[in-house]
């Protein structure tokens, strides 16, 4: 069975939305709850096929690395953070992701942000 082109572009268009809409109303605000419920949340908000939700996720975590490290934080403390989160590593691993992905991210999103550091 073939999906229609049309069904295609308003699932894609929605998932744009819900990044949009995700960023505008939570933003860094949501960098402010316990990170159980930023997975809860995330969770929720995770429409689509697993390959478009991790594909998301990929995205949007960098940013979230870079404003913790803004914050003062380092790379140690940011991935204990996250991977001392049972609900983040159950849903990280229904994600196909382990241990290693979050150690690439991480390092390449400090690593990213020093760069802009630099050239600002």
Request: contains cysteine.
């Amino acid at each position: 069975m073939r999906i229609p082109k049309r069904f295609k572009n308003a699932l894609k268009k929605s998932k744009e939305l819900q990044l949009k809409v995700y960023d505008s109303v939570l933003g860094d605000k949501i960098l402010s709850m316990p990170l159980e419920d930023q997975v809860n949340l995330a969770r929720k908000l995770s429409i689509g096929p697993m390959p478009a939700v991790r594909a998301n996720l990929l995205k949007q975590l960098p940013h979230d690395f870079m404003r913790y490290s803004k914050k003062g934080m380092t790379g140690d403390q940011i991935k204990a953070m996250y991977w001392d989160c049972k609900p983040f590593r159950e849903w990280w691993g229904l994600l196909q992701l382990d241990e290693a992905n979050l150690d690439f991210v991480i390092s390449n999103a400090l690593k990213a942000d020093e760069t802009i550091g630099v050239v600002s």
